[in-house]
T-cell receptor, first 112, second 117 residues
Framework: DAGVIQSPRHEVTEMGQEVTLRCKPISGHDYLFWYRQTMMRGLELLIYFNNNVPIDDSGMPEDRFSAKMPNASFSTLKIQPSEPRDSAVYFCASSVWVSEAFFGQGTRLTVV | AQKITQTQPGMFVQEKEAVTLDCTYDTSDQSYGLFWYKQPSSGEMIFLIYQGSYDEQNATEGRYSLNFQKARKSANLVISASQLGDSAMYFC??????????????FGQGTTLQVKP
């Protein structure tokens, strides 16, 4: 398996634009997590899914953020409109219940 | 609610010596898992070691071992014979069992380890 695949690896966008981050989890994994990493706030859990169903989105900072998982092999995290304070590295991770989570390479988002 | 605390923002260790990275956790669940991850300067998150709450023995993986003290709610990572390549950020993480927040995986703030030659 190729591991968790995230795209794009880097994204630079202007304030106010819509940004969509994509994630392909490892085949057979039933959990998918979205994290945001910044120097100030560390590694924050934004939302996670189990069997494509969102279980806990309490970490989503505002209504500008939304996440979907239309099927077991794909998830998106969307920010609209984007703001400079959204600049961070966004990680997607997947796991089966009893195992460790495997992380993608991350998407470095810069909003100017 | 789940909580993970890593009180050491930064640590130094001499090459070839052992180092302990501290982690304490809080949960009301009886079933949970504890993990350690390494994040080198390149940014990827690398899984190191896992300890289940019902495991009686401390987990070990090569030079990594987890000092699990359930009553004290601590899960310290011990790295033996440190190498220059161990310089990285280390994160402690926890997942609660099905009777709690099902499958939620949260991380501590991390400890930066620098290995001196």
């Amino acid at each position: 398996d190729a591991g968790v695949i995230q795209s794009p690896r880097h994204e630079v966008t202007e304030m106010g634009q819509e940004v969509t981050l994509r994630c392909k989890p490892i085949s057979g994994h039933d959990y998918l997590f979205w994290y945001r990493q910044t120097m100030m706030r560390g590694l924050e859990l934004l939302i996670y899914f189990n069997n494509n169903v969102p279980i806990d989105d309490s970490g989503m900072p505002e209504d500008r953020f939304s996440a979907k998982m239309p099927n077991a092999s794909f998830s998106t995290l969307k920010i609209q409109p984007s703001e400079p304070r959204d600049s961070a590295v966004y990680f997607c991770a997947s796991s089966v219940w009893v195992s460790e989570a495997f992380f993608g390479q991350g998407t470095r988002l810069t909003v100017v | 609610a789940q909580k993970i605390t890593q009180t050491q923002p930064g640590m130094f260790v001499q090459e070839k010596e052992a180092v302990t990275l501290d982690c304490t956790y809080d949960t009301s669940d009886q079933s949970y898992g504890l993990f350690w991850y390494k994040q080198p300067s390149s940014g990827e998150m690398i899984f190191l070691i896992y300890q289940g709450s019902y495991d009686e023995q401390n987990a070990t993986e090569g030079r990594y071992s987890l000092n699990f003290q359930k009553a004290r709610k601590s899960a310290n990572l011990v790295i033996s014979a440190s190498q220059l390549g161990d310089s990285a950020m280390y994160f402690c993480a926890m997942r609660e069992g099905r009777s709690g927040n099902t499958g939620k995986l949260i991380f501590g703030q991390g400890t930066t380890l620098q290995v001196k030659p």
